[in-house]
């Protein structure tokens, strides 16, 4: 693997990190502020007459290894996702560098000096 390779694989890293970082923050900021807007409209009177429904929401629980399990399935879905993610903006960026190239490439006889 050549250094320009390398350079190129940690730069689509880079990229893909924060781009996904970008995404993941936007999501859960979206998420927190529906979430505060709920918490604002419910009033302690609604909170009262549904509480039963509330407690059972909470009580409502998963078996342990289910849950075990659905994070370790997530979790190589996660970088699987980031590994193709990155190998396709190796790809553009390889794509893009080769255009460079090339488009530097002058062919014909050199100058004279």
Known sequence: M????????????????LLL???????IGTSL???????????MKDY??????????LESG????AMILAGVFLA??????YELLVWGVDRLLAALDRRRVS???QSGTPPPW
């Open 2 to 17: 050549s250094q320009g390779h390398k350079t190129r694989k940690i730069v689509a890293r880079i990229i893909v990190a």
């Open 21 to 27: 970082g970008i995404a993941m923050g936007y999501g």
């Open 33 to 43: 502020a529906s979430d505060a807007a709920r918490g604002r409209a419910l009033t």
């Open 48 to 57: 009262v007459a549904n509480f039963d429904t509330y407690k059972a929401k």
């Open 62 to 65: 998963s078996p342990i290894a």
């Open 76 to 81: 190589l879905v996660t970088f699987a996702l």
């Open 103 to 105: 488009a530097s490439d």
